[in-house]
T-cell receptor, first 113, second 113 residues
C-alpha cells in the first residue's frame, strides 16, 4: 500500500516568513495529492490539491509543487499569519484505489507574532 | 449546514460496551469514507462505500467493527466489545464518484475507559 512520510513534524516561523512542508510517497500509481489543515478540535479542511499532470499550483499565499520522478511534493505558505497556525497533513491517493487517502503524520505549524 | 455531519461528537464508554456512530454525508455525494485518527497522527483509512455497497475494508478494521450504509445516504460505524485501544477520533468523509476531493465531518471522539 501507499506510504506517505511528512517532514518536519513541527515548524515555528515568524509572522511574515515562509513555511515549507515536504512529503514523500511510495506508490508510483498515486496521482492525486491533497493538503488538509486541521485546527485544534476541528475537522480537516482541504486547502489545496494537485494532480499528477501538473507540477505546481498556487492559490493566493499557498502553493504546492510536485516532483513525480522523485515522488515528493511540498506545501509552501508565504507571508505567514497567526491564523495559519494549525496542523497540516499531506495525503496521496490514486484512481485505482478509488481515491482513498493515505496521510502523512502531520506538521504542527506555529506562527509567532 | 450542508457539510458532512457526524453524531455524537463525543462518546465515553466503558471497556466491553458497544458503540455506534453516525455520519451524514453531503447530500449528492455517493462515496463515503471512514477514517480513524489517533493523537499526533494523520487519519488512517478504515472502509468506504459507493452508494450502499461497501467496497473495501482496511485490515485495521477488526471483526469487532462493522459499517453500514443501508440506503446509500447516511452510514453507521459500530464497534462491539470496545477496548482501550479503540480510543480515537473517528472521521467520516464524502465525495462524488469520479472526483478526487473528500470533505470531512467534525469527527466523533471516542474514549474507552
Amino acid at each position: 500500500g501507499e506510504n506517505v512520510e511528512q517532514h518536519p513534524s513541527t515548524l515555528s516561523v515568524q509572522e511574515g516568513d515562509s513555511a515549507v512542508i515536504k512529503c514523500t510517497y511510495s506508490d508510483s500509481a498515486s496521482n492525486y495529492f491533497p493538503w488538509y489543515k486541521q485546527e485544534l478540535g476541528k475537522r480537516p479542511q482541504l486547502i489545496i490539491d494537485i494532480r499528477s499532470n501538473v507540477g505546481e499550483k498556487k492559490d493566493q499565499r499557498i502553493a504546492v509543487t510536485l516532483n513525480k520522478t522523485a515522488k515528493h511534493f511540498s506545501l509552501h505558505i508565504t507571508e505567514t499569519q497567526p491564523e495559519d497556525s494549525a496542523v497540516y497533513f499531506c495525503a496521496a491517493s490514486s484512481w485505482s484505489n478509488d481515491y482513498k487517502l493515505s496521510f502523512g503524520a502531520g506538521t504542527t505549524v506555529t506562527v509567532r507574532a | 449546514d450542508t457539510g458532512v455531519s457526524q453524531n455524537p461528537r463525543h462518546k465515553i464508554t466503558k471497556r466491553g460496551q458497544n458503540v455506534t456512530f453516525r455520519c451524514d454525508p453531503i447530500s449528492e455525494h455517493n462515496r463515503l469514507y471512514w477514517y480513524r485518527q489517533t493523537l499526533g497522527q494523520g487519519p488512517e483509512f478504515l472502509t468506504y462505500f459507493q452508494n450502499e455497497a461497501q467496497l473495501e475494508k482496511s485490515r485495521l478494521l477488526s471483526d469487532r467493527f462493522s459499517a453500514e450504509r443501508p440506503k446509500g445516504s447516511f452510514s453507521t460505524l459500530e464497534i462491539q466489545r470496545t477496548e482501550q485501544g479503540d480510543s480515537a477520533m473517528y472521521l467520516c468523509a464524502s465525495s462524488l464518484a469520479g472526483y478526487n476531493e473528500q470533505f470531512f465531518g467534525p469527527g466523533t471522539r471516542l474514549t474507552v475507559l
